[in-house]
């Protein structure tokens, strides 16, 4: 019995001293074994994804062309980001911003919105009954309206500063006008609005003595006149030339005749621009649009169109002010001898001349945009310190 129990308890300890070696087995031998599956395994997913990410770029490759300066153009573009916003940043600083409502009762609105700010407007569709488009030029704000359904009476008036497009050009055009001023100047009265300018397509021998007695230097409400045609009342003041712009295509006409004219002045080297009624018009500017040299006949038409006390230059003072790139005759006699010339020009020579029109008609359009900025901020916000 006494031997029986000796070994029992011989056998018990040599139980307890194999698990414990089993266990210490596991603990120090155990991981190491894990540890190579546990790495394949990730090298597996990491193989997985390499070949997912080449698949992607093979299936980029296939559908783009491969630029190696990509990386350097993204860096570079980065770096302009964020320069830009830096200067916009230090140049805003302490400012508010500044909103102004444009509302286009005439087509020149489109001239002004499509054209020189290079807006876009909601919905595209011309006949549509309410248009509207937004767009900012340094801190102001610009929100635009146009269409049938613009009534005096019958839109919010939500902003404190508005520039008004009219036509003066025909005496009905002109009682229109005078509704949507007469309208203004009760939003004025009644403070719901603060500060309005016009930008009007005026009469064409410069008879607009109807809008001097809402002029504010008159004892009216409008405080700025951006005004169309060599007006003499140009003062760069509180009076500033407009160009009149590209004509609106009416609806009538067809997208055919459209693209014929279009290809007309794309294969044109000159566009020959006779006097009507006034000397500036239309064609100046579609021809500009498509590279193609304006010929101007450089006379002054019949009314009271001249000079003023800023420019000394009529007619076209506008554009000549800006180094416009044209051919200036005085009479359709001197076409001959500019044709003659046209013979001598090479291809090259051309080419390059429709280049620089229209680096310039884009130069000229931003100027504009800048210089109706400068002047809406300088006046309207110098007068509100006032």
């Known amino acids: 019995m006494r031997l029986t129990r000796k070994r029992l308890c011989w056998f018990l300890i040599a139980l307890y001293c194999l698990f414990s070696l089993y266990a210490a087995y596991h ?4 991981r190491r074994r894990r540890a190579p599956a546990a790495s394949l395994r990730g090298l597996r997913k990491g193989a997985a994804a390499a070949r997912e990410r080449r698949g992607r770029e093979q299936s980029t490759l296939g559908s783009e062309e491969w630029n190696p300066w990509e990386g350097d153009e993204k860096n570079e573009q980065q770096h302009r980001f964020k320069t830009s916003l830096q200067i916009l940043n230090k140049s805003t600083k302490g400012k508010t911003d500044f909103h102004v409502q444009i509302w286009g009762k005439a087509a020149i609105g489109l001239y002004l919105w499509e054209h020189i700010f290079e807006g876009s407007l909601d919905p595209t569709d011309v006949t549509a009954q309410w248009r509207e488009g937004n767009s900012v030029v340094g801190r ?9 359904a613009v009534v005096p009476g019958y839109f919010p008036i939500d902003v404190n500063n508005v520039v008004l497009i009219l036509n003066g050009r025909e005496k009905a055009k002109v ?26 397509l005026g009469n064409e021998h410069c008879n607009n003595e109807w809008i001097n007695q809402f002029l504010k230097r008159n004892g009216g409400f409008v405080e700025l006149l951006f005004i169309i045609y060599d007006s003499p009342w140009v003062n760069d003041a509180d009076i500033f030339q407009w160009p009149l712009g ?10 055919e005749s459209l693209k014929n004219y279009q290809d007309a002045l794309l294969q044109s080297d000159l566009t020959l621009c006779p006097v009507g009624v006034n000397t ?8 500009c649009s498509y590279g193609s040299i304006p010929v101007v006949e450089d006379i002054m038409t019949a009314g009271s169109c001249g000079n ?13 002010s800006m180094d416009a790139p044209f051919i200036f005759i005085k009479n359709w006699n001197e076409l001959p001898a500019v044709l003659e010339r046209e013979k001598t020009l090479i ?22 945009k800048m210089r109706f900025t400068n002047i809406l901020e300088s006046s309207f916000l110098m ?3 006032g």
Request: positive net charge; glycine residues 2%; proline residues 3%.
């Open 27 to 30: 603990v120090f031998f155990g």
């Open 347 to 368: 291809l090259q020579e051309k080419i390059q001349r429709r280049k620089m029109l229209l680096h310039w008609y884009q130069r000229f359009k931003t100027e504009l």
């Open 140 to 148: 102001t704000h610009y929100s635009f309206i146009t269409g049938p």
């Open 280 to 287: 500036e018009c239309y064609r100046i500017y579609e021809a």
């Open 175 to 200: 009682f229109y006008a005078t509704q949507w001023l007469l309208y203004a100047q009760n939003l004025v009265q009644t403070q719901k609005l603060q500060h309005l300018a016009v930008v009007l």
């Open 308 to 320: 003023t006390s800023v420019y000394r230059n009529a007619p076209l003072q506008l554009l000549k």
């Open 246 to 255: 590209v004509a609106t295509w009416q609806p009538q006409e067809t997208n």
């Open 383 to 385: 007068n509100n310190k």
